[in-house]
């Protein structure tokens, strides 16, 4: 079966035809303008959504795998216990956005922006957050094992009870953060309601990587 055309799926929009549950695995949709859909329980797998627009939609129990959406917006839209795996999303915008239980796992995250997104209980082992941006993201109770943050901002972020553990934070900047119980080798490099300039090398147990 051939996959769905980007025509087909502009023309279905611009209809008011309901996307709700559809597979658009190894479409070519880059630029399409989803804003303001229901897209819950859809699928993208294998799919080029580079510059999409998916501000405010719903789109609950979405699963993608090994596609590309570099500089996608997401804000504020309802992403909630939805699956990405392998995506390219460098640059995405997830302002605003609700991430309750979805797993983002090695993905290329690298400058997201995820300003006062609601994340709860999220995973995000093994992906490249570099210079991603957390103010005033509550993300408590997230995985983020193994993902490398460094140079990552987290400004007013509220991760307590998450899972920090073989995390790279070289050069990440905490600043009034709201961090109890939260799994680290090593010394916690943030210090709550101040500033901490992290010394990464200096935090790394001596087994770690074993």
Known sequence: ME???KE????????GKELKGMDFSFADLEGVDFSNLDLSDTSFTGANLNNAKFENCKMDNVFI???DMENVSFKNSHLTRSVFQRVNLKN???????????????????????KNAVMINSRFEDSNLQEANFENTDMRGSNFRGADLQKANFVKTKFSY???RKTKLSGAW????EADEVLVYGRKPWLEGSKADVRY???LPNNYGD
Request: proline residues 2%; charged residues 30%.
């Open 65 to 67: 795998a090994d596609a």
């Open 162 to 164: 998450s899972d920090f």
């Open 201 to 203: 090398d200096q935090i």
């Open 92 to 114: 995405a915008n997830f302002e605003n956005a609700n991430l309750f239980r979805t797993q983002i796992m090695v993905s290329d995250l690298r400058k997201a922006n995820f």
């Open 3 to 5: 996959p769905i055309t």
């Open 8 to 15: 087909e799926v502009i023309k279905m929009i611009e209809e």
């Open 174 to 177: 905490f600043e009034n953060v």
